[in-house]
């Protein structure tokens, strides 16, 4: 199919749709401060505004696909668009933390619906070839920049207008992307509908929910309480029922046999430990910027630029590399890249300026990670057969986002206790703060630094005849 004015514009709302799925992601950060005076968030809260969204992007994504698949590409993406939409009016205007957060996970589902049903409607309108390969790198460069843009995005908001605005602001998007939608993108269904495992995708949800929630609870409870062994318990159950149902489903969410594949195993592992390290960051540095260091929202936003950046550069040149390097070597470059980037964040003290302690170590670390998830989503693919592709792909950007919720809650939660330990010793706030920020750094130095050692178990690229990829 030849690209023409209405396929341009069905690129177009695609990639408005994927925008904003994964800016929605990022963007909250720089808010945070602001929603927690405005709201009256606590510690443990704030973090889950962040979580609230990734946890049911995350729980619902695979079945957010095979959705689209069952119901119509079309219908499903103008229903995730208006669950986003609605979700974001909600969230703008809401005046109590819980509600805020109640339409966070709604975002959540919303964008877990768009974000296949914008790429499945790309591959049915382009044929398969040049403008295919074109519309497709169009889309993941929307994610990317996506990604990279929400702390810029965020400060220009927050210190212009307020931090209601980062969540308003997708309401005209949304109404835009409808009409582009209803104009010019055609119906489509898979010709084989697919079963869909409700069950199974509402219990690993829950059961990531329990998980996380146990984490964090550890911020304000001992690991003995009833609320944390409650919730990991609850966690148990519920994630060793998911596996249960998964086995024995006629139409699986996620098919266990293909984590037999070394390529996707590896490859899943890897993305789980970077980005439980990576949303740390934007987190972290975030708050510190703003509560330590005295800046204001925009001036935090305009200094997540040069992260943004490097991201995207880094990006570029993992694309380039990965063909010539092979996705192994790209994968621990970039991880041992932004390993040595979260140590350098960990020498940070009250006392250091931004453009001595975070410009030199958000650029690495961006860069690294700019340089790992082209590699990453090459690696678990390549090789694969082409009816995986669709879920491998959608297993990876899965693991990315319980990676990045499980993660943050972790090292926020000991952050969070390490800056009361030195506050009731007596510290001063910058210094507890700066010292919670630098431990949980650390940590992440070290969950990176495995990963880069486990992408070393990433099978070498196949040749032409060679047997299919390794399995473990």
């Known amino acids: 199919m030849r690209t023409d004015g209405r396929t341009g514009l069905v690129l177009l709302a695609s990639c408005l749709a994927q ?3 994964v800016l929605d992601v990022s963007v909250v950060n720089v808010a945070l401060p602001a929603m927690r005076t405005a709201l009256g968030f606590d510690a443990e809260g704030l973090a889950w505004v962040v979580n609230a969204y990734t946890l049911a992007f995350a729980g619902f994504l695979l079945l957010g696909g095979r959705a689209a698949d069952y119901f119509g590409r079309r219908r499903m993406f103008l229903v995730g668009l208006g669950l986003f939409g609605f979700a974001s009016l909600v969230g703008g205007l809401a005046n109590d933390p819980a509600l805020l957060l109640a339409a966070r996970a709604a975002q959540g589902l919303g964008g877990a619906v768009l974000s296949p049903a914008s790429l499945v409607i790309l591959q049915t309108t382009y044929a398969e070839g040049a403008a295919r390969a074109k519309a497709f790198g169009w889309w993941s460069a929307m994610g990317g920049v996506g990604g990279a843009a929400g702390g810029l995005a965020g400060g ?4 212009l207008l307020s931090w209601r605005w980062i969540f308003l602001v997708n309401v005209p998007v949304v109404a835009l992307t409808v009409l582009l939608t209803l104009a010019v993108v055609r119906e ?11 069950a199974g995708a509402v219990l690993v949800t829950a059961g990531l929910v329990a998980l996380v929630y146990g984490v964090v609870s550890l911020e304000s409870s001992p690991w003995t309480s009833a609320r944390v062994l409650g919730s990991m318990a609850g966690a148990v159950v519920l994630l060793t029922a998911f596996l249960v149902v998964q086995r024995r489903s006629r139409h699986p969410l996620v098919p266990l046999w293909v984590f037999r594949i070394r390529a996707v195993s590896t490859a899943n592992v890897v993305i789980l430990l970077i980005t439980s390290a990576m949303f740390s960051m934007w987190f972290f540095v975030s708050l510190h910027m703003q509560g330590v260091l005295g800046f204001d929202a925009l001036t935090a936003g305009l ?5 943004s950046a490097s991201v995207v550069v880094g990006s570029q040149i993992s694309s380039r590399l990965v063909s010539r390097l092979g996705a192994r070597a790209m994968i621990v470059a970039g991880a041992t890249l932004t390993a040595a980037g979260f140590a350098w964040f960990s020498l940070l003290t009250p006392t250091t300026s931004w453009a001595a302690g975070i410009l030199g170590p958000g ?13 990453v989503t090459t690696a678990a693919t390549s090789g694969v057969d082409g ?12 693991s990315r986002q319980i990676g990045g919720a499980v993660g943050l809650s972790v090292l926020s939660t000991l952050a969070a206790a390490h800056t009361a330990t030195l506050t009731a010793e007596g510290a001063p706030a910058p210094v507890a703060s700066t010292s919670g920020t630098t431990a949980a750094f650390t940590v992440a130095a070290v969950v990176v630094a495995i990963a880069a050692l486990v992408a070393l178990l990433v099978p ?6 060679t047997p299919e990829p390794a399995r473990v």
């Open 460 to 465: 070498a690229p196949q040749r032409a005849g």
């Open 387 to 398: 009816g995986l592709a669709g879920l491998v792909s959608g297993l990876v950007t899965t």
């Open 188 to 198: 489509t269904r898979a010709e084989q509908r697919p079963g869909l495992d409700v």
């Open 303 to 307: 200094a997540f630029l040069p992260q």
């Open 363 to 375: 650029i690495a670390v961006s860069l690294g990670m700019g340089i790992v998830f082209p590699a």
């Open 156 to 159: 220009v908001l927050v210190g």
């Open 19 to 21: 925008f904003m799925v």
